[in-house]
């Protein structure tokens, strides 16, 4: 966001205002969210999708542009984004969650390459969860100049708390990167367990199988206890589960010693996010939503 998107004015005034006198809770600075401002300010998204992207424009003082997914959380058409209200084509940073986080749902390479030819700004194409998926995008951010591809350490390869990930893509967007990273971002620690990752492959590629294995199988098992699961791309699954609100399924499940995630946002409320652990934890959950039915 900081490398490609202009603060939108909001935030200049707030670092030139006289703090001494405010009070202590100050009441959020009204921000011009649907004026028309422009494309350069705009940062854009899909939502439901990877909740750090508001956070991130809103620390920049960037315009937000949300855009939801269809119901099923697919993607929706150039064609539909034209028809419809709000997207933004000159958007100067668009991100897409692929496979999308929290629903699992993976989007085709062509599909995503149709959208970018569309866009002018960069696109991210965020691709945190792309090990546990049946293909990944990486040759659009060396086919065009306007596409980079994120992807990170911290969920395939279990190094979430070091902070190492990587972007790909045309040399004038990494040398943007390049002038905003801090002299010591990812610290001596990650790097050695980034390289440490890196030689030895093999291992994590057999459990992206098992994972994928205990995914689809808990999948089967759940659609067959009526639960609505959509086919997942990614080490979770988003599942809608039957007879009991999404909220009363969590307390449940919980009182069981197996905790699931619950999301009170808009298009997501009905479901419970499910991690993909060892076959054991699948069989202890299947267990615990046989008892609670
Ligand atoms: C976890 C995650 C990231 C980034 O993780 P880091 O730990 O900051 O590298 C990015 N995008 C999505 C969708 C994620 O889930």
């Known amino acids: 966001v900081r490398a490609f998107v202009e603060p939108h004015g909001a935030r200049e005034a707030l670092s030139v205002r006289d703090y001494r006198n405010q009070p202590h809770r100050a009441d959020k600075a009204a921000r011009p ?32 542009k949300p855009i939801r997914l269809h119901e099923d959380f697919g993607l929706p058409s150039v064609a539909e984004l034209r028809r419809g209200e709000g997207w ?14 929290p629903s699992g749902r993976g989007y085709s390479r062509a599909d995503l390459e149709a959208l970018c030819r569309a866009q002018q700004g960069v696109v991210v194409l965020d691709e945190a969860y792309v090990d546990f998926a049946p293909e990944n995008s990486l040759e659009l951010a060396l086919k065009y100049p306007h596409v980079l591809v994120a992807r990170t350490f911290s969920k395939a390869y279990s190094l979430c708390f070091q ?21 010591y971002n990812v610290n001596g620690l990650g790097q050695a ?21 205990v995914r689809d199988e808990l999948t089967r098992q759940l659609a067959g206890l009526g639960f609505q699961v959509f086919p997942s791309h990614t080490n979770f699954i988003l599942a809608r589960p039957p007879r009991f609100s999404a909220k009363d399924w969590l307390q ?42």
Not at 175 to 183: F, H, M, N, Y
Not at 269 to 292: C, N
């Open 33 to 64: 969210s649907n004026a028309k401002l422009p494309h350069e300010t705009v940062v854009q998204y899909f939502v439901p999708s990877y909740s750090l992207y508001p956070v991130l424009a809103d620390i920049h003082g960037t315009t937000k």
């Open 88 to 101: 933004d084509f000159k958007a100067a940073l668009t991100f897409v969650t692929t496979p999308n986080a």
């Open 163 to 183: 902070r190492v990930g990587y972007f790909v893509g045309h040399p004038e967007l990494i040398s943007a990167l390049d002038k905003i990273r801090d002299s």
């Open 193 to 213: 367990a980034a390289l440490a990752t890196l030689d030895d492959l093999p291992y994590y590629r057999a459990n992206f199988r098992k994972i994928i294995a």
């Open 252 to 293: 449940r499940l919980r009182e069981r010693k197996v905790l699931v995630r619950w999301f009170d946002h808009a298009g997501v409320r009905d479901y419970l996010r499910i991690t993909i652990g060892k076959a054991d934890e699948a069989e202890a959950l299947l267990r615990a939503v046989k008892r609670i039915l």
